[in-house]
T-cell receptor, first 114, second 114 residues
Framework: EPEVTQTPSHQVTQMGQEVILRCVPI?????FYWYRQILGQKVEFLVS????????KSEIFDDQFSVERPDGSNFTLKIRSTKLEDSAMYFC????????????FGSGTQLSVL | AQTVTQSQPEMSVQEAETVTLSCTYD???????LFWYKQPPSRQMILVIR??????QNATENRFSVNFQKAAKSFSLKISDSQLGDTAMYFC???????????FGKGITLSVRP
C-alpha cells in the first residue's frame, strides 16, 4: 500500500528557532493535512491544504505556523519561532480526493523544543 | 461544531476475550463518516475500521466490528478474540464531507493481558 513519508522522525530544537517538518504525501492525492499530538493527549487538527492553498485551519495554527507545497511532491510545515509548548508529535496526512474519506497518515515527526 | 467523546480513559481485557470501546459524538450534519484508529507504542496512526453514516449496516473488519447507533450518536468498537498486539491507544474520529478534517476523541488506552 502507498505510504505518506515524513522526515525527520525526531527533531530537537532550541526555543525560538525555526523548524521545518517535511512530508511526502501519496502521489495522486489532492488533500493534505497536518495534525499534532502532545504526549498523552488527543490528536488535534492544525491545517488542511488543497489546490495550493489553506482550506481550513484551527486556532492552534497561528502566525507562527505556515505550510507550503514547494515542488508538487513535498508538503512542509514551518514553525517560525518555536515555543516549549510546540513539543509534540506532528502527523502529516493525505487524502485522494473529495469522494474518498480515507486519510493516510505518515509515521510522524516527534518535535522536542528545549 | 462537531465533538467526539470517549469517556473511558483506559480498559483492560484478557487475551482471547471480547472488549467494547465506547464513543459518542455530536453533530448537526446528516452525512458523515466515523472511524476508529489504533495507535500502538510506535505512535503510528492505523485505521482500524470506518463507517458511513448513511449505511445502516454495521461495519466489520475481521475481529473488529462496530455498533453504530445513529439516533443515539453512538459508535462503539468491539474487538473479538483480543490479542496481545491489540494493546494500544484507540481513537474514535469523525469526519464530514463538508470540511473533510478528522475530529478525534481523547482516546482510550487498551491493555490486553496474557
Amino acid at each position: 500500500e502507498p505510504e505518506v513519508t515524513q522526515t525527520p522522525s525526531h527533531q530537537v530544537t532550541q526555543m525560538g528557532q525555526e523548524v521545518i517538518l517535511r512530508c511526502v504525501p501519496i502521489s495522486n492525492h489532492l488533500y493534505f493535512y497536518w495534525y499534532r499530538q502532545i504526549l498523552g493527549q488527543k490528536v488535534e487538527f492544525l491545517v488542511s491544504f488543497y489546490n495550493n492553498e489553506i482550506s481550513e485551519k484551527s486556532e492552534i495554527f497561528d502566525d507562527q505556523f505556515s505550510v507550503e507545497r514547494p515542488d508538487g511532491s513535498n508538503f512542509t510545515l514551518k514553525i517560525r519561532s518555536t515555543k516549549l509548548e510546540d513539543s509534540a508529535m506532528y502527523f502529516c496526512a493525505s487524502r485522494r480526493d473529495r469522494g474518498s474519506e480515507k486519510l493516510f497518515f505518515g509515521s510522524g515527526t516527534q518535535l522536542s523544543v528545549l | 461544531a462537531q465533538t467526539v467523546t470517549q469517556s473511558q480513559p483506559e480498559m483492560s481485557v484478557q487475551e482471547a476475550e471480547t472488549v467494547t470501546l465506547s464513543c459518542t459524538y455530536d453533530t448537526s450534519e446528516s452525512n458523515y463518516y466515523l472511524f476508529w484508529y489504533k495507535q500502538p507504542p510506535s505512535r503510528q496512526m492505523i485505521l482500524v475500521i470506518r463507517q458511513e453514516a448513511y449505511k445502516q449496516q454495521n461495519a466489520t473488519e475481521n475481529r473488529f466490528s462496530v455498533n453504530f447507533q445513529k439516533a443515539a450518536k453512538s459508535f462503539s468498537l468491539k474487538i473479538s478474540d483480543s490479542q496481545l498486539g491489540d494493546t494500544a491507544m484507540y481513537f474514535c474520529a469523525f469526519m464530514t464531507g463538508a470540511n473533510s478534517k478528522l475530529t478525534f476523541g481523547k482516546g482510550i488506552t487498551l491493555s490486553v493481558r496474557p
